[in-house]
């Protein structure tokens, strides 16, 4: 869902089980976000570039933007990106918060492991999980 404020949430299909609360036609956050994915998903595309808007408290939304800034191709842990945002004491919340990004794979949670290298979790599965980190070969 996309607003004039930016991309607000991005659904996986198995999440889409009442579209009907969802507003129907199209704006151009959408738009560009169904081409810029379509590009990265193609391989074409390292860098999204799209407004977002996504809703969560404070702290969510400093998990986010630090996971934001994590390269395509690369990936930390839970505790490494707690450690980023100052304290490794957090990497639980951190994957709480993870758990909780409205906007998958515009900003990059699959990119986080856990600290012995396993998946983790993933709001898209962890085959999803793994193919993404495939596709930027980082798996």
Not at 76 to 99: D, F, I, N, P, T
């Amino acid at each position: 869902m996309g607003s004039e404020f930016g991309l607000e949430c991005l659904l996986w299909e198995h999440q889409c089980k009442n579209l009907s609360a969802i507003p129907k036609g199209s704006n151009s956050v959408l738009e560009d976000t169904k081409k810029q994915l379509a590009q990265y998903l193609e391989g074409k595309r390292k860098v999204f570039h799209l407004k977002l808007a996504p809703n969560g408290t404070w702290f969510q939304k400093a998990v986010w933007h630090e996971v934001s800034t994590v390269p395509f191709g690369k990936k930390l842990s839970y505790g490494e990106l707690a450690q980023h945002l100052g304290s490794s004491q957090k990497a639980r919340a951190v994957g709480m918060a993870l758990s909780r990004n409205p906007i998958p794979l515009i900003v990059p949670c699959h990119r986080v492991v856990g600290a012995k290298g396993n998946l983790g979790g993933f709001s898209g599965g962890t085959v999803m999980k793994s193919f993404l980190l495939d596709l930027e070969g980082s798996l």
